[in-house]
């Protein structure tokens, strides 16, 4: 799997400004995929997901799109919060498959700044 | 709805020793998933159950580490013996059923670290 060690990708904002996210997924075959966030101590938080049949989706204050071209999902997030600070992970599953496993991509920490 | 439960929150042992973690799935899911998640990286899959059978432990280091899930609802993994590399986070985490995404929930996870 992917490493990034102790050095995650690092986005710091203003409140109140919109943040991108962005994610390579590793598999051209998955057809299911998910935008968690993860807060300091927490297990993942689900945010919203999107099939490979759409490539865009909104939810609130969140829109998540997707490039099958070229393996890329982003996640925008409209009037970012400090209540928004934490790590954002991509997954990525393959749906038909006989179990449903997983896979997360690297993580992105968000930092607000009030 | 009470969320996945996970103990205990902490533990710090030294090299060679053993340790076990627990987990109580949402009630009613019938898939339950441990995963060890690396300090600065995504969490990766290490077992997963459908009620008590194994349906994939493909990346579980089968040598040292031990899950079981005897009634379909608690689940207990196990490392025998830890090494340093073994220090990270375990999530558990559940789902209704393993074909669909519904209710897919992370537990808080058990941090350990070993030393």
């Known amino acids: 799997g992917e490493n990034v060690g102790l050095h995650l990708p690092t986005l710091s904002v203003q409140e109140g400004d919109n943040s991108i996210i962005n994610c390579a997924y590793s598999n051209s075959a998955s057809d299911y995929f998910i935008w968690y966030k993860q807060e300091s101590g927490k297990g993942p938080q689900f945010i919203i997901d999107?099939?490979?049949?759409?490539d865009k989706r909104q939810g609130q204050r969140v829109t998540v799109l997707l490039n099958k071209t070229v393996k890329h999902l982003s996640l925008q997030i409209a009037a970012t919060q400090p209540g928004d600070s934490a790590v954002y992970f991509c997954a990525e599953t393959l749906s038909g498959g006989s179990n449903y496993k997983l896979t997360f991509g690297k993580g992105t920490l968000l930092t607000v700044n009030p | 709805e009470a969320g996945v439960a996970q103990s205990p929150r902490y533990k710090i042992i030294e090299k060679r020793q053993s340790v076990a973690f627990w987990c109580n799935p949402i009630?009613?899911?019938?898939?339950l998933y441990w995963y060890q998640q690396i300090l600065g990286q995504g969490p990766k899959l290490l077992i997963q159950f459908q009620n008590n059978g194994v349906v994939d432990d493909s990346q579980l280091p089968k040598d040292r580490f031990s899950a079981e899930r005897l009634k379909g609802v608690d689940s207990t993994l196990k490392i025998q013996p830890a090494k340093l590399e073994d220090s990270a986070v375990y999530l558990c985490?559940?789902?209704?059923?393993?074909?669909?995404?519904?209710?897919?929930?992370f537990g808080s996870g058990t941090r350990l670290t070993v030393v």
């Open positions: 999107i099939r490979s049949n759409m």
């Open positions: 009630s009613g899911h019938a898939t």
């Open positions: 985490a559940s789902s209704v059923d393993w074909r669909v995404n519904y209710g897919y929930t």
